[in-house]
């Protein structure tokens, strides 16, 4: 009881829009986390840059240096020998012929999947069943690659994705909120930097517009990204 009593707490004081030193959010978003499941600890950011312009479409990877927290299923798509490297490297499907098949019934069990660069003219017919789903291995994430042990090895370690959408916004799971204040502050700092590394040589004016930290379930929380050492 004396746990609920400090989240019941925690939420009473919290004030939106107040923005907070990103230790504190980060035990903010703690706290705040009081569902039954371990919620993921989530980053959004909002950018001043125009996705619409080529040249301003922020895009990347980043290797969290504590994971996801998450089981992430690896699919490669690969002719042999490259597919007995990739289940000996921890992939937990690969293959060719019978994979293309179950992709294009609308085999769904994966979460990432990586390909050789000499199927992928396969791979690419199937980019109205994997597009949407934000499949579609891509040589800029690292997904399209001869070396598969390599590239299975990062993602289980931890290995995630980013591309601005739209509107500007970046967000990502770098965590979850069972993991110490130490890793979480870890993980952001790692995904906010290479965030910040990506800015686009042709954006003018403020490039962080606002950084909210956020647990799947619970409120956000505006983090004072400077705190971080990132800079504008």
């Known amino acids: 009881m004396a746990s609920h009593k400090r989240y019941a707490k925690a939420v009473k004081s919290y004030d939106k829009k107040t923005t907070f030193e990103y230790r504190q959010a980060i035990e903010l978003v703690k706290n705040n986390a ?3 499941f371990d919620e993921s600890f989530e980053i959004a950011m909002n950018l001043g840059v125009d996705p619409r312009k080529a040249d ?22 690969a002719k042999s020998p490259k597919d007995k490297e990739a289940l000996e490297a921890g992939a937990d499907f690969a293959g060719f012929s019978e994979y293309i098949e179950k992709l294009q019934g609308g085999w769904a069990e994966v979460d990432i999947i990586i390909a050789t ?3 992928m003219g396969d791979v690419g017919k199937l980019g109205r069943v994997l597009g949407p789903r934000g499949l579609m291995p891509n040589p800029k994430s690292g997904t399209v690659t001869f070396d598969v042990a390599k590239a299975v090895a990062e993602v289980k370690a931890g290995k995630i994705e980013f591309r601005v959408d739209k509107a500007g916004n970046i967000h990502a799971a770098v965590g979850k909120c069972s ?14 930097a290479t965030v910040m590394r990506a800015k686009p040589a042709s954006a003018k004016g403020l490039y962080v517009k606002s950084l909210y930290f956020t647990s799947t379930m619970g409120p956000s929380v505006r983090v004072d990204e400077h705190s971080i050492g990132a800079d504008h």
Do not use: M
């Open 34 to 36: 009081t569902a039954k």
């Open 56 to 77: 301003q479409l922020v895009r990347g990877t980043v290797a969290l240096p504590h994971g996801t927290g998450k089981s992430v299923r690896v699919l490669v798509v």
């Open 117 to 119: 660069p000499d199927v």
């Open 179 to 192: 993991f110490s204040k130490e890793y979480l502050a870890e993980n952001a700092q790692a995904f906010i």
